[in-house]
């Protein structure tokens, strides 16, 4: 059996500048990877090519919906192997929070089963092969600091990030991701001024700017998320931005947290990993 951490994500700041013609929307964000995440335990399957997928979490889709079963059906079919695995995962990352959850257990599922299968595939190829079934998932290929661009497939690894404390806020309510984009009101005619480059020389050259473009749109629909965010920027953090498409916040500096009902806090620290190797919790 191989056991395998697979890390949430957040976006340090997001940029959406156009709707493309393929329907993905143009975009330039700084994501790095938090050490909130899940557990998967992988092992061969006696029945070729057919995947068994269980979840701690009762909720969750077990079937080809999931992007663990359309990594899994990704690397066959680049590779030809014909192995099935059995699958179980271990769920701590808060579905429809905007953390990317989904996005890394993909990118997690491809590379244990390229180890499983005995490394016939680069991580260059896994990281290429990965954008096929999501637009997140390439980012997990970076060592954890990366900026993205185009769709989100675009990634350019960048140096560690200084150690952050870090708050993870999650109210009950979810939101729909897709949902999140359509409230931009943005068509394919849409193009914004964009310099992705520039985007990211000016939050390491001036004074660091978070800033999240869905967070209006999201506000709008879910205005209980506006108030949840003022409540957070009274409590003395440096930063408290909407992680990625929502609901969940993430909370940088210290901050003395009110007591609030209908959220869940879980405690982070921003997470890397070494060349070769994939994401390791050492706080677990």
Same mark, same amino acid.
């Given at each position: ?25 143009? $975009? ?24 068994? $997928? ?6 969750? +889709? ?12 990704? @690397? ?5 192997? *014909? ?11 808060? =579905? ?13 599922? &491809? ?5 499983? /299968? ?7 190829? $896994? ?11 390439? @980012? #997990? #290929? ?26 993870? %806020? *999650? ?8 949902? /999140?984009?359509?409230? &931009? ?9 964009? !310099?992705?480059?520039?985007? $990211? ?9 978070? @800033?999240?473009?869905?967070? *209006?749109? =999201? @506000?709008?629909?879910?205005?209980? &998320? ?10 003395? #953090? ?9 609901? +969940?916040? #993430?909370?940088?500096? !210290?901050? %003395? ?14 997470? !890397? ?12």
């Amino acid at each position: 059996m191989l056991r395998v951490f697979s890390p949430a994500k957040i976006n340090l700041f997001l940029k959406i500048s156009g709707k493309r013609m393929d329907g993905y929307h143009e $975009l330039s964000s700084l994501l790095q990877t938090i050490n909130l995440g899940d557990t998967i335990d992988f092992e061969p399957s006696s029945q070729d090519q057919q995947d068994i $997928l269980t979840c701690s979490d009762p909720l969750l +889709a077990l079937d080809g919906t999931n992007l663990v079963i359309k990594a899994a059906q990704l @690397f066959r079919r680049k590779t030809g192997v *014909k192995l099935g695995l059995k699958i179980h995962l271990n769920k701590k990352i808060p =579905v429809q929070a905007g953390l990317g959850g989904g996005s890394g257990n993909a990118a997690t599922t &491809l590379w244990a089963f390229n180890q499983i /299968a005995g490394n016939i595939a680069s991580e260059k190829e $896994l990281q290429n092969w990965s954008g096929e079934i999501g637009s997140d998932i390439p @980012f #997990f #290929f970076s060592q954890g600091t990366a900026h993205c661009s185009g769709r989100g497939e675009l990634v350019q690894s960048l140096p560690d990030m200084s150690e952050e404390p870090c708050l993870i %806020v *999650k109210p009950q309510i979810g939101v729909s991701t897709p949902e /999140a984009y359509k409230k &931009l009101g943005l068509s394919s005619q849409t193009h914004l001024p964009s !310099n992705p480059n520039f985007d $990211l020389s000016s939050f390491f050259s001036h004074r660091r700017r978070f @800033f999240n473009d869905l967070e *209006k749109p =999201v @506000f709008e629909k879910s205005p209980q &998320l506006k108030n949840l965010k003022e409540v957070l920027l009274e409590c003395g #953090f440096k930063t408290v931005l909407m992680a990625g498409s929502g609901s +969940a916040f #993430f909370c940088l500096g !210290n901050g %003395v947290m009110p007591l609030l009902t209908n959220v869940f806090i879980f405690s982070s620290r921003f997470l !890397n990993r070494k060349s070769l190797k994939w994401y390791e919790n050492t706080n677990v």
